[in-house]
C-alpha cells in the first residue's frame, strides 16, 4: 500500500521527453513506482487529471539563508512550486565565521538583501555545519541546498581589507573552503561586484576553486562585471574553472550596459568557444528586465575598505561625494558602475529600508526622491544610506526583452530567482521587494513558456529541475524516477502565472496546485499546509 498516490496526471518527468499519462506511488519520502497504478491501494489520493505533474522545481539561484532562520513557512517559492532553494550565492552567506569577525559579517550582510528582513542579525554558529545544524530542529517548508560563499570565507579571515591575502591568510582560507566542503556544500559562490569580492584577484579564487575539485564541487560565480566588460568577466571566470578544473555557473546572466544590449550572440560564442575546450559551463537567470541590488552597490568599492561603518563615514564628507560624482560618471578599472551602465539614476528604484519615517521612500526613484529633497540623485543616495545605516535595496531597470529570452531559449542555463523566499505576513513580508521573490518559475512557465511558446513545458520544466540537480550534483532528486526523492509539483498549465507587479510584488503566483516536498503535502489546492518536511540537501 502506498502512503500516497497521483492519479491521472500528465507526467513530466524532468528528462525534456514528451508528458505521458500515468500515476506515481509515494511511500514514506520515496517515489516508489511509476504508470497504471489503478490496482493498487494508497493510503491517500490526489486526482491530478488536466494538471502537469513534474519533479518540484530547484531554484539554481536564491538567497534564502536567513528566509527559513527566521520564518520556517517562507513560503513564496512553494507558491511557485518550488521544492528546493540552492543559499549562499554571490558569495554572500552566513557561515564559516569567527567570532572576532561575526560584526564585520553582521554588517556587511545588513548592506545586501538580507538587510531587507526588519530583525537584528545574529550569528549563533561559526562553521557552516553548525549553521545547517539549526534546520534540524526547525526544519523549512523547502529543502535547502547549500554553497560556500567565499565573501563570508575571506571576510573570516581578512575582514574588508583590500589587497592579496598572505599566504597565511590564504592557507586559512583554504581550510574553511574545506572543512565547509566536508560540512556538504555543494560548491563555491563568489560575488566579484561586491565586497570582498571586488577585493580577490582570479588567483585567490582559483586556490580556492582547487580546494573543492576533490568534493565535485561547482564555482558558482557573479562575475566582476555584467555591464561594458562582460566579455572579459566571463573570459575571467572561464580561466579560473579551467585553472582549477571545476566546472562553471554563471550566475543571473544578463546584458546590464545598455551598450551591450541585443549582443547576446557575443557571449554565446564565447560560451561555445569555452565548451569547445573542455570548460564544463552553465548559467543562470530571472525572467524579469529589471535587477535588484544594494544601493551600496552602486558606490565605487574603495568606499568599502574597513568596513561599513569607514563606508558610511566616508560618504558624509562633501569632497567624497564630489569623487563620487567624478567616478560614477567617468568609471573606475574593473568596476561595474551600475548608474552609468544602467542609464542614470532614474532606473533606480527604493525597493526596501527598515526605518518607518524612510517608508515614504519605497516605490520611489532616486531621482524623485531627490526632487522631494530638492537636492541632486547622489545627495539623495548617499543620505539615504546614512539614514537606513547602509540597508537599503534598489530594483533597476536595465534589460532588453529579447536578450532574457534569447538565453531563457539556451539549453545549458537554469532558472533561479536570485532573492529570498518571502511571505505575505509576519517577519518576511516588508517594502516593495523584487517580483521575482513570489513570481519567477510561475512567470517563466506561464508567460515565456505558454504564452510567448519559447519552448515546450517539458524542455522548460527540465530547466528547472533534472538540470539544477545535474549541476550540482544532487543525488535523486530533478527527476521523477522510482527511488528518488518525492519533491512533486502539480500545476495547470494552463492557469500558472506569476502575477505579482513591481507596484505590487506581494502577490503569490497562481496555477500550483499541489506541492510534495520528501514526500509529504506542503501545499494542497493551492494552500499552504502546516507541514514543513524540508531536508538540507548536502553532497
Known sequence: MFDLKIENGRIVDGTGVKAYLGDIGIMGDTIAAIGDLTEFESRNTIDARGKM???????????????????????SHLYNGVTTDVISNCGIGPAPITDERKDTLIAYLGTRLVGSIPVELQLPWNSLREYLDTFKKNPPCINLAPLVAQGAIRIAVMGLEQGDASPEQLEMMRKLTREAMEDGALGLSTGLVYMPGEYTSKE??????????????????????????????????????????????????????????????????????AEKAGIDIHFDLYPYTAGLTSLAACLPPWLFEGGVDKLLERIREADVRRRIRKEIEEGLPGWQNFVKSAGGWQKFYVSSVSREENKKYEGKFITQIAELQHTDPLDAACDLLLAENGRVQMNYYAMDEQDVMTFLKQPNGSIGSDTMSLNVAGVLNFGKPHPRAFGTHARFLGYFVRDKQLMSFEEGIRKMTSLPAQILHMKSRGLLKPGYFADITIFDPQIISGIATYDDPQQYAVGVQTVIVNGQIALKEGRQTDVCAGQVVTR
Open 204 to 273: 585567490e579564487v582559483a586556490e580556492l576553486c582547487k580546494v573543492i575539485k576533490p568534493y565535485g564541487g561547482v564555482y558558482c560565480t557573479h562575475m566582476r562585471t555584467e555591464s561594458d566588460s562582460i566579455l572579459e568577466a566571463i573570459e575571467e571566470a572561464l580561466w579560473i574553472a579551467g585553472e582549477a578544473g571545476v566546472p562553471v555557473e554563471i550566475s543571473h546572466l544578463k546584458l546590464l550596459s545598455q551598450t551591450m544590449l541585443g549582443k547576446t550572440q557575443l557571449v554565446l560564442d564565447t560560451f561555445a568557444k
Open 53 to 75: 505533474v513534474s519533479p518540484g522545481f530547484i531554484d539554481m539561484h536564491t538567497h534564502s539563508d536567513f528566509s527559513f532562520v527566521y520564518d520556517a513557512k517562507a513560503n
